[in-house]
T-cell receptor, first 111, second 108 residues
Framework: EAEVAQSPRYKITEKSQAVAFWCDPI?????LYWYRQILGQGPELLVQ????????DSQLPKDRFSAERLKGVDSTLKIQPAELGDSAMYLC?????????FGPGTRLTVT | QKEVEQDPGPLSVPEGAIVSLNCTYS??????FMWYRQYSRKGPELLMY????GNKEDGRFTAQVDKSSKYISLFIRDSQPSDSATYLC????????FGPGTRLSVLP
């Protein structure tokens, strides 16, 4: 069964350091999302891609976060510099029609 | 007011019980509704999605949507300890909007 892949699964970094997460969506899914999920809350959208284009990044803190999907397939989310408040689960999801599928997430801890 | 609201629980039930999980939403633009199951430290797993008002059944799970009252429900029959997880509801308008999730524990 096709799945969304993410790496790393866990990341511990010190504040002010740079960190990057990678996502490979289900093959053929043109729409890709990055979400942030804080413990006890639902996922909140950071950025949405349609192929290689950003459709919605209104909730992405652009002073420190960046996202790209250069060839319209896999995607990278970067944080630089990381802050203590960035500790959360970062989820990637891909979508076909109206069904959205999540990857296993990257749990980030900033110390 | 958040667009999608859920009681965060925790909800504890004995094995075999019928579980009712509920969400309310405020955005009339939502066309589709989903339920996700999320185990601890894992990504959400799509359980069911529905478009119209009414019921949709899949095995032990039934999703119910009432657009007139902006109320969605998930029923789990014959609950099992393996159903213990957080259940997230979501609505889809322009984008997916999630509730905070309800934590469910099914006790053996």
């Amino acid at each position: 069964e096709a799945e969304v892949a993410q790496s790393p699964r866990y990341k511990i970094t010190e504040k002010s350091q740079a960190v990057a997460f990678w996502c490979d969506p289900i093959s053929g899914h043109a729409t890709l999302y990055w979400y942030r999920q804080i413990l006890g809350q639902g996922p909140e959208l950071l950025v949405q891609f349609q192929d290689e284009s950003v459709v919605d990044d209104s909730q992405l803190p652009k002073d420190r976060f960046s996202a790209e999907r250069l060839k319209g397939v896999d995607s990278t989310l970067k944080i630089q510099p990381a802050e203590l408040g960035d500790s959360a689960m970062y989820l990637c999801a891909s979508r076909q029609t109206d069904e959205q599928y999540f990857g296993p997430g990257t749990r980030l801890t900033v110390t | 007011q958040k667009e999608v609201e859920q009681d965060p629980g925790p909800l504890s039930v004995p094995e075999g019980a019928i579980v009712s999980l509920n969400c309310t939403y405020s955005n009339s633009a939502f066309q589709y509704f989903m339920w996700y199951r999320q185990y601890s430290r894992k990504g959400p797993e799509l359980l069911m999605y529905t478009y119209s008002s009414g019921n949709k059944e899949d095995g032990r799970f039934t999703a119910q949507v009432d657009k007139s009252s902006k109320y969605i429900s998930l029923f789990i029959r014959d609950s099992q300890p393996s159903d213990s997880a957080t259940y997230l509801c979501a609505g889809l308008g322009q984008n997916f909007v999630f509730g905070p999730g309800t934590r469910l524990s099914v006790l053996p």
